[in-house]
């Protein structure tokens, strides 16, 4: 990499950006460029996977390597891509519908083996590239082109089937949340293993204003919880709620009553209470959505050993030209 210091132009590539205006994808390629700018990314060393859809163009945007692959299979590609080359910064670009429809089985099993790279889920709620049909996290009863009565399955409880594959990363953040935003990709880019980052973005066209609840200055008091390391969790338009437990059973109290040891303080590394959190908290319409870290484990062996044992270049080698196979 040249010894100049890099800037976030120096990852934009030339190609013209063809999103619909007021896109949130927008902002979300904004903010990793200036991310990959502040942690000095050598563009030779770092890869972007995308599948299909609205956000799947991103990797023509960026001046690193990329490939544009196929419907739903973003994951597994980029999966081959980090057991032969574990040397490079792989990210994987993927929306509602290409990760949890018909990828739905590629990614479980992304965050099971835990391979070492960052996927970028873009959720906005809806089928946009193929003209607003509703997508597996659209909510229930949404009106579309493909539920024209309201839609009468439950969404996908994104960060709880995360957790329950055995993701060792789970975030969340939102396109409009730009100093937020950015924290976040930091911290999936730092974790070892695989890290899944949710972005909430908003579809100008198909859905717009699905997400306003959670950017709007004064709703967003009342509708999002922005988790933070050792502090306690607090919500409520002054910070006036926080979570208290009640045996195993947490419940939601006023901050004032009870004394701050008695209050739930986050800690992104307990796999109990960030089970908690993607299924209690996120499962209860009462209750405010979650943003920043939900879960981070400490130490991934399963990252270190898929890149250090199972790629031995012997290996390979001798499974191939060995006795276990044939010829047709």
Request: aromatic fraction near 10%.
């Amino acid at each position: 990499m040249d010894s100049k210091k890099l800037t976030a132009r120096d990852y934009a590539s030339d190609q013209d950006l063809r999103w619909c205006p007021g896109c949130g994808d927008f902002a979300i390629l904004k903010q990793t460029q200036m991310v990959l700018a502040e942690i000095q990314a050598d563009p030779a060393q770092t890869v972007f996977v995308s599948g299909i859809g609205c956000s799947s163009r991103f990797p023509y945007y960026m001046n690193t390597y990329g490939m544009h692959s196929i419907h739903g299979r973003a994951t597994a590609i980029a999966s081959g891509l980090r057991l032969t080359r574990p040397d490079l910064n792989i990210w994987v670009i993927t929306g509602d519908g290409d990760s949890m429809s018909i990828g739905g089985n590629h990614l479980i099993h992304l965050l099971r083996r835990d391979l070492n790279l960052n996927v970028l889920l873009f959720n906005n709620e809806i089928y946009g590239l193929t003209k607003g049909q509703y997508s597996p996290t659209s909510k229930q009863h949404i009106k579309t082109k493909s539920s024209p009565f309201g839609s009468v399955e439950k969404p996908f409880n994104t960060l709880s089937l995360a957790f329950g594959a055995g993701a060792s990363f789970i975030a969340r953040s939102i396109d409009r949340e730009a100093k937020h935003l950015q924290e976040m990709l930091k911290r999936t880019n730092e974790h070892e293993g695989t890290s899944l980052l949710e972005i909430y973005q908003n579809c100008h066209i198909f859905n717009d204003g699905a997400f306003e609840q959670f950017t709007d200055r004064k709703a967003q008091k009342l509708n999002a919880i922005f988790l933070r390391q050792d502090e306690v969790i607090s919500f409520g338009e002054n910070n006036e709620k926080a979570f208290r437990f009640d045996g195993l059973s947490p419940r939601a109290v006023d901050k004032a009553n009870y004394p701050a040891e008695e209050l739930w303080i986050h800690d992104e590394s307990d796999a109990l209470k960030a089970s908690i959190l993607c299924n209690w908290v996120e499962s209860n319409p009462e209750l405010p959505k979650l943003f920043g870290v939900i879960y981070a484990k400490k130490q991934s062996n399963n990252a270190r050993n898929m890149d250090s044992d199972v790629l031995d270049e012997r290996y390979v080698n001798d499974l191939i030209k060995g006795r276990k196979t044939w010829s047709v």
